[in-house]
């Protein structure tokens, strides 16, 4: 019969940030510090252009941190004391469209948990609309690490004993009752 041209918007806004600061409190001890952060944005395909053939692209707001500490000590021409601490978090917070549901569309269906959300829908043979993320939805990892080892060197042979402890976190929402999705 005829044919559909669209285009499927792709914006996406990356930034990166490096901190580094090294200090000798003396010739024996000396500590530094490492900072990176990350931010990516994308923004979901509706708001840039909203028609419906656009809906199956989220957008993603993300931020990730790490940062590390380290002082050193020498004890000895041959023995060496090392401590290090370091942070890591990601935060994935998701963008959904947001227009109508399936219920809006007079669909006799339950749409209590995503009113705004269409879920995704397929024609065979033509195209996929629609998406099965809902507003709201977020993903966070943390993890939090410390280790602390002694390097003893004895003529051509080195020895390193230590200790580290590792926790991490993960903090998620995602819907249960996704919106329904349709073929």
Known sequence: C???TY?????ESDRQYVGKVDY???EK???FFRLLTTQQNIPNS???DPILLNWSSTGLHQLANSIAVGVTYVVSPNIVNSARLAFNRTLNRYL???AFSHC???VNIWCGANPEVIGAMSITGLFTM????????YWTGTSYAFNDAVSWVKGAHQSTFGVGYLLGRVAEFLHFARPPQLN
């Open 96 to 98: 959904a469209n947001l």
């Open 46 to 48: 509706f708001s840039i």
């Open 29 to 31: 001890q000396s500590m």
């Open 24 to 26: 000798q409190f003396s």
């Open 7 to 11: 285009n499927t918007p792709s914006y």
């Open 130 to 137: 629609g998406s099965t993320n809902s507003q709201g939805e």
């Open 104 to 106: 809006t569309a007079g």
């Open 2 to 4: 005829g044919a559909i």
